[in-house]
């Protein structure tokens, strides 16, 4: 697996994270597509972490036998590809 600037810095994976969550308002969400543009390794890494947030969730819904919606269902901001 290749080393990208996520394993590197930590503020950048935080940032990752609440982009997949959502929780970016619109200019970071804007600053951090424009950066994941320009960098095909993060592009793809940030591509498989939403990927895998997803199967996650499917997985989650599968067995949540409660009725609750599992706090992994949330859908990620916007699609990478």
Do not use: C, H, V
Request: aromatic letters at 10%; proline letters at 1%.
């Amino acid at each position: 697996m290749d080393i990208t600037e996520f394993d590197r810095d930590e503020t950048l994976t935080d940032f990752l994270t609440d982009y997949i969550d959502g929780n970016l308002n619109r200019a970071e969400q804007e600053s951090f597509e424009d950066y994941l543009s320009q960098n095909d390794k993060e592009r793809n890494f940030a591509r498989k972490a939403m990927l895998g947030k997803k199967a996650l969730s499917r997985l989650a819904d599968k067995y949540n036998t409660s009725g609750k919606k599992s706090s992994y269902s949330s859908e990620p901001a916007i699609d990478i590809e």
